[in-house]
């Protein structure tokens, strides 16, 4: 008779070098990532803790309330923090990177890949560019982009990478990740500021250095998500990460198409940087539009942009066919229009494409 153990089994050895591998895979980056015993949030606020300090000066970029967030995190913690933003219904521009390089010669830059929240996606690899020629330490907050858009690490170059499971990759939201190339360990190792002995602290997460296997598997990763962001990541990889992403271009390109037919416009104003994730919705001029409760994946816009825009949250598992015509039939109901030849220009992105 086998004995299964009963209730809660700590994280094997094993399980934790699958998904350190898993998250090195996904990253396309040849130093595993920390792994981050919460929120994802809890990643970016340790990024910002770790590496400002007074005398540095940090270009923090808001394309959106999560790039607020960092830059008061950053000032919490010491450094010049130097901001270029823009209107939520645009994007960074490279030009606006490189200015504000130039202006105030900052020693590292932050910014948001994908913002789920405005619906805009920034020039990621156009600004690491920039800031790899400027040998910049680069932090990017890529939690909504993983999965939904490229993120080679190591070919870009990025620094800090902070990633989450719970947006494109349709994973638990309990354990996330941040990637570290080796030049960011030395900038926080250089940093007296940095946090130790703290849930803020990075380097007390440093794997060792001597390449050598860590004694145990470190205590602090909450084993359930653990083995869920596993099996999420398993998916992903049985899907393909490319496949994922293009069910994600797909699922933006037929919300954008089924909002046109409806007469709605994109909030965001430049086509070219739509987000994969989230399709916002200009509610200007339309009142039907204005609900307070989310309808399905139709969500009211968060904060500062609530009765602006309307977010169609078309990521992870709702990247499909079914979820967008859902939202497309949820608006045209709000707009009291038929929704045939709406869910028709859906239908035609979408193509040939097998359904998911
Ligand atoms: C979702 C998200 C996070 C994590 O935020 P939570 O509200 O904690 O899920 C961080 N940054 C960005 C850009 C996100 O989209």
Not at 235 to 253: D, K, N, P, W
């Amino acid at each position: 008779m086998s004995r299964e153990p009963k209730g809660y089994v700590p994280l094997s050895r094993s399980e934790y070098d699958t998904l350190k591998h898993q998250l090195s895979k996904l990253l396309f980056t040849e130093h595993a990532p920390v792994i981050i015993p919460g929120e994802a949030i809890l990643g970016i606020e340790a990024v910002a803790a770790g590496i400002s300090a007074p005398g540095r000066t940090i270009l923090n970029v808001v394309t959106g309330p999560y790039g607020s967030l960092f830059g008061k995190w950053l000032e919490r913690g010491g450094a010049t923090v130097a901001q270029v933003a823009v209107p939520f219904d645009e994007v960074i521009t490279a030009e606006a990177i490189l200015a504000a390089i130039k202006k105030h010669k900052p020693c590292a830059l932050s910014f948001v890949q994908a913002e789920v929240v405005t619906g805009g996606s920034n020039p990621a690899r156009e600004i690491l560019k920039i800031a790899r020629d400027f040998d910049l330490i680069t932090v990017m907050d890529s939690v909504s982009a993983v999965g939904g858009e490229a993120l080679p690490v190591d070919e870009w170059g990025v620094d800090f990478a902070a990633i989450g499971a719970q947006k494109a990759l349709a994973g638990p939201n309990g354990v996330s990740a941040v990637s570290v190339s080796l030049r960011g360990w030395e900038f926080l190792e250089s940093n007296p500021h940095a946090p130790r002995n703290s849930i803020l602290s990075l380097l007390d997460l440093k794997p060792d250095g001597n390449g050598t296997a860590p004694v145990r598997v470190p205590p602090n990763i909450p084993a359930l998500e653990a083995r869920a962001l596993i099996s999420a990541l398993t998916l992903v990889e049985e899907e393909g990460l490319e496949r994922v992403i293009r069910r994600h271009e797909l699922a933006a390109a037929s919300a954008i198409a089924g909002i046109r037919a409806l007469g709605l416009v994109p909030w965001q104003k430049d086509s070219r940087f739509y987000s994969t994730l989230t399709t916002t919705v200009r509610i200007s001029g339309k009142p039907g539009l204005l609900i307070d409760q989310p309808v399905g994946i139709v969500a009211p816009g968060d904060g500062e942009l609530f009765g602006q825009l309307l977010r169609i949250n078309h990521f992870g598992a709702n990247a499909c066919r079914p979820s967008v015509e859902e939202a497309v039939r949820t608006l045209a109901r709000l707009l009291s229009q038929e929704p045939e030849h709406a869910i028709a220009a859906v239908s035609q992105v979408w193509g040939d494409e097998v359904d998911r």
